[in-house]
């Protein structure tokens, strides 16, 4: 297998994910959208052609909805998003995987399609972003290690995206954006839909 998708997920523990969300909704609440995400995650990635690895923030769990079979558990290294994401990145092409994307478990809107669609911008293009519409970005992929896409980054804030453009474009590294998609980090990230959706599970418990 020439390809590889690293997933970056986080232990669904109330209190430590979806913080942001967590300020308007509740711990509970934030913590129940937070595992729809990774079920969505795992349902758009465990049909797609490529070796998945799944990289935990803080502790691995062996046995759960994740199957072993199909997707290698690790632990996330370094004591930043970039410097993890650069770990990752570098000990999966010391496998020699020809194309490698990462993405995270914050976008309801990412489907099989768009990562596969990645994977293809990869045979003409050094990079590939997915950006997000708070100007981060939900995915990221390149045919060999980019150290210099790590470095110098304003992590988890609106600058992401355009800082990574930059990167690219002063080391002439060629790149496409994908479509824009919404990651869910506060309460206005979710379509009425949602809303509804999990104020209905809100009030159940």
């Not at 523990?13 to 711990?27: E, F, H, M, S, W």
């Not at 911008?121 to 939900?138: M, R, S, T, W």
């Not at 992929?141 to 210099?148: A, D, H, I, S, V």
């Not at 002063?170 to 994908?178: A, F, M, P, Q």
Request: aromatic letters at 10%.
């Amino acid at each position: 297998m020439s390809k590889a998708l690293i997933i970056f997920i986080k232990n669904p523990v109330a209190g430590k994910v979806k913080t942001r969300l967590a300020a308007t909704v509740g711990d509970t609440t934030a913590v129940e959208v937070y595992k729809n995400l990774l079920h969505h995650t795992q349902n758009i990635t465990h049909l797609i052609a490529a070796d998945k690895f799944l990289f935990y923030a803080d502790f691995l769990q062996r046995e759960n909805e994740w199957p072993n079979e199909q997707f290698i558990k690790d632990l996330q290294k370094g004591n930043d998003l970039g410097k993890r994401m650069h770990h990752a990145f570098e000990q999966i092409f010391l496998n020699k995987y020809k194309k490698v994307l990462i993405i995270g478990s914050d976008c309801f809107k990412l489907t099989a399609a768009i990562i596969e669609e990645a994977y293809l911008v990869l045979e003409d293009k050094n990079i590939v972003i997915g950006p997000a519409k708070n100007d981060g970005c939900y995915l990221l992929g390149m045919k060999n290690p980019q150290p210099c896409l790590f470095k110098n980054v304003s992590w988890s804030t609106s600058q992401v995206l355009q800082q990574t453009i930059s990167i690219c474009t002063r080391e002439h590294l060629n790149y496409c954006l994908l479509s824009t998609l919404t990651d869910i980090d506060d309460e206005n990230d979710l379509s009425v839909e949602q809303k509804i959706y999990f104020k209905l599970k809100k009030s159940a418990q």
